[in-house]
């Protein structure tokens, strides 16, 4: 018999909704013959069955659902039907060409609490976030050899995320040579370096790749001033659909290094100085005193709220640099603002535009809107999967 969970009573609603979270505090039995790690059967406090999942007592969230089928406990087959599903969608969305890039599975958003793996070309990079998703470790390895046929697959679940499961942080080949210094990708028909070992998340910020396109769109003839670069996503894009000039801003100079490169290998080349190791806080107000204008600005900074708790200081965070940028924009001028704070929502994230608006003292039209990209999909009982906003503003 698998080990049980029971619920409290009346705690079953969300669970029963499929929300994949079960929460310490929802719960009024632990099992004692259960490690860590290992799947459980959930019921409620009649004894019925509510699901399975897989248990971590160190975490918050002690369980995190995985099947509602009482009688298909998840095994390998049901991992496998998981990652198949997950990947047939990119597959026929996407195609699959040699140097592509996506996101193959979006953790909860795929059925599979805990596991990301995207792809850059020919390699395979897995994130495990939790406990329970280490555990399919063998078993995903084994498939993904199998049925993608991979040159490596590389670890990187050094992710704050898993001190909250008690876990360490850990790098390195999980299977094949180790990677090359850069894996290039295509994205977009533009090519780009990505530093799976060394760079932020697994190396490229992929729920952008659909808003770098978008805010092209509108570069033409433009100066654009690229803020929290990265390795030049937006930037690369822009100077390739005619951008009259492109200035990179990021904190980190390896960033930058990569964004020079990613320009270059596109036939791109800048001057050096558009390349600006800065904090964006300190370079817009500089601007602002110096009275420098440009005509599309983006702002793609990193996340600002991690909880609930954040949020007010976030916004603050978001009012700051949105409020300088629309200053620094000449009569007419676009502003591509994103958000990746889950916390704060799509209606927040517009009241606080609104309040830099005001501040500003300019009137500013949003003439579209922006999420994250069709590899990142959310499943409506998991609405917390949706963290990327974007708007693209007419400042006038
Ligand atoms: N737009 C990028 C992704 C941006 S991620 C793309 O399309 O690929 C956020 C970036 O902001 C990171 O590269 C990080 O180094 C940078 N960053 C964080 N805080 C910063 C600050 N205060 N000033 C400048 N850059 C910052």
Redesign the pocket.
Do not use: I, K, M, W
């Given at each position: 018999m698998m080990p049980t969970v029971t619920l409290k009573p009346g705690r079953a609603k969300s669970a029963l909704q499929r929300h994949p979270w079960l929460f310490r505090g929802a719960i009024a039995r632990l099992p004692e013959d259960a490690a860590d790690g290992d799947v459980v059967r959930v019921v409620d406090e009649s004894g019925a069955f509510v699901a399975y999942g897989y248990l971590n007592r160190a975490s918050q969230i002690t369980v995190r659902l995985l099947s509602w089928e009482e009688g298909e406990a998840p095994d390998e087959a049901w991992l496998f039907r998981h990652l198949e599903q997950a990947v047939a969608w990119r597959r026929s969305r996407l195609g699959w060409p040699a140097e592509g890039a996506s996101r193959l599975v979006y953790a909860e958003s795929d059925g599979l609490p805990g596991l990301v793996v995207d792809r850059y070309a020919g390699w395979l990079v897995v994130q495990f976030l939790t406990l329970g998703s280490e555990r399919w470790r063998d078993p995903l390895l084994a498939w993904l050899r199998r049925e993608l046929a991979p040159e490596g697959i590389y670890e990187r679940s050094d992710v704050d995320v898993r001190e909250k499961e008690g876990l360490p942080q850990r790098t390195g080949p999980l299977w094949g040579p180790p990677p090359p210094t850069c894996v290039e990708i295509v994205e977009g028909g533009h090519r780009f370096r990505v530093d799976i070992v060394g760079g932020?998340k697994t190396g490229?910020?992929l729920d952008?790749r659909l808003?770098?396109q978008r805010v092209a769109s509108y570069c033409r003839g433009r100066e654009v001033l690229?803020?929290?670069?990265?390795?030049?996503?937006?930037g690369v894009y822009a100077a390739a659909e005619g951008a009259t000039q492109v200035w990179q801003?990021?904190?980190?100079g390896d960033?930058l290094r990569l964004a020079r490169d990613n320009m270059e290998i596109n036939g791109l080349p800048a001057p050096a100085d558009h390349y600006l190791e800065?904090?964006?806080?300190?370079?817009l107000r500089e601007y602002r005193d110096r009275g420098r204008r440009f005509d599309l600005i983006?702002l793609?900074?990193?996340k600002f709220a991690f909880a609930q708790s954040q949020v007010e200081r976030a916004c603050r965070g978001y009012k700051d640099i949105n409020r300088l940028a629309m200053g620094l924009l000449r009569p007419g001028g676009i502003l591509a603002t994103?958000s990746?704070s889950g916390a704060v929502g799509q209606e927040l994230f517009q009241k606080v535009l609104f309040g830099a608006a005001l501040d500003a003292h300019r009137d500013v039209q949003i003439v579209e809107t922006l999420t994250q990209a069709e590899d990142h999909p959310t499943l409506l009982s998991f609405p917390e999967a949706a963290y990327l906003k974007g708007l693209v503003c007419r400042v006038l």
């Open positions: 932020q490229f910020y952008q808003n770098r690229n803020c929290f670069s990265y390795t030049g996503g937006f801003v990021d904190e980190s960033a800065r904090d964006v806080f300190q370079l983006v793609d900074p990193p994103f990746c």
